[in-house]
């Protein structure tokens, strides 16, 4: 399979600003992260709040250069589309343009991230007058058609965003980002502001939607359980790092990586559900991104760490089954 984005050495940081405590400080969003997205495949992106996970997938979608003066942003991302590789960091405005249209997102908050002055067909609509030469005509019934996909009737065409619940507004998000036919859906913790019933239907939706569009999927979450029903691989990351990826099945049953063992023990599990384990609880809160480890950024919180991972940053490295981890001392 070829790879659809390939990311290399990526490193975002953030000026700090202001008169407050860190003024002048440099916050480190993502530090030094590589990592490939294979065309077809479903990539979960999973960590706690303040990982870095969003930041990631905006870069790779070149969406932070928008509304962040002064952020600074190292490294290559290349989408590779109809045979061309394209360095989207370093491309011309217009050539974007025309890019932009393979590489669509869904945003976590469906209140602000659609326009409430635009009725649900102009909002649907709004991509295919952007990226393609559809007619009035034509733009009405490819709306229609996406309403009907994504499990919303026809009559919600004429209707304002406000009179819709959370699950629809969030099904009108996933239509819009289909209209242009995207070749990668990025969704950024599309699920955290609806209910645990609409969550499961929207799941089911993503699923559906990937096989018939033919779609390659990087889901952002903080939650394990909805990436093991949703992807095929996964890559956990903590404070701007990715610390161990993989196959899904392989990473979340049998985790290598201290990080990753006491994320996926902190998933709720049935009392009565033989495999319960008992869990790991971190000591302390995730460290400034201001300021950060000199060695692993999780040596603070590691129940295993030794002198070495306060000195010495672990690389990411591949194992045997062919999973990375960045661990001095790879649990077994």
Aim: hydrophobic letters at 35%.
């Amino acid at each position: 399979m070829n790879n659809v984005i390939e990311i290399s050495d990526l490193t975002v940081v953030y000026p700090s600003g202001g008169r407050r405590l860190f003024a002048g400080e440099k916050l480190t969003a993502v530090d030094n992260v590589t990592l490939s997205v294979e065309e077809g495949v479903s990539l979960g992106i999973a960590g706690e709040s303040g990982s870095g996970k969003s930041t990631l997938v905006k870069a790779a979608g070149n969406l932070l250069k928008f509304g962040n003066p002064g952020v600074n942003i190292t490294g290559k991302i290349f989408l590779n589309t109809d045979g061309k590789k394209h360095d989207i960091l370093n491309i011309p405005g217009g050539k974007m343009k025309e890019l932009r249209k393979h590489v669509q997102f869904i945003f976590q908050d469906p209140n602000s991230s659609l326009n409430p002055r635009l009725t649900v067909g102009e909002i649907i609509e709004e991509p295919l007058r952007y990226f393609s030469a559809c007619g009035k005509t034509e733009r009405k019934e490819k709306a229609l058609k996406l309403l009907g996909m994504t499990g919303l009737e026809e009559d919600l065409y004429s209707r304002y965003p406000h009179e819709l619940s959370g699950g629809q507004k969030q099904r009108i998000g996933i239509a819009r980002a289909l209209a242009p036919e995207p070749k990668v859906l990025i969704a950024d913790e599309p699920l955290s502001s609806l209910d645990v019933s609409v969550q499961a239907q929207i799941i089911g939706l993503f699923k559906k939607l990937k096989d018939e569009f033919n779609l390659t999927l990087i889901f952002v979450s903080h939650d394990l359980s909805v990436v093991e029903n949703l992807c095929n691989e996964v890559a956990v990351m903590y404070l701007g790092k990715i610390l161990e990826q993989g196959k899904c099945s392989a990473v979340l049953s049998s985790p290598k990586n201290p990080y990753t063992k006491a994320l996926i023990s902190s998933v709720p599990v049935p009392e009565y559900r033989a495999e319960r384990k008992e869990r790991t609880v971190l000591q302390g809160d995730i460290p400034s991104p201001v300021n950060r480890p000199a060695g692993c950024v999780f040596c603070t919180r590691c129940p295993v760490a030794a002198d070495l991972c306060f000195k010495t940053p672990p690389d990411l490295q591949p194992l045997e089954d062919g999973r990375l981890s960045a661990c001095h001392f790879t649990q077994s």
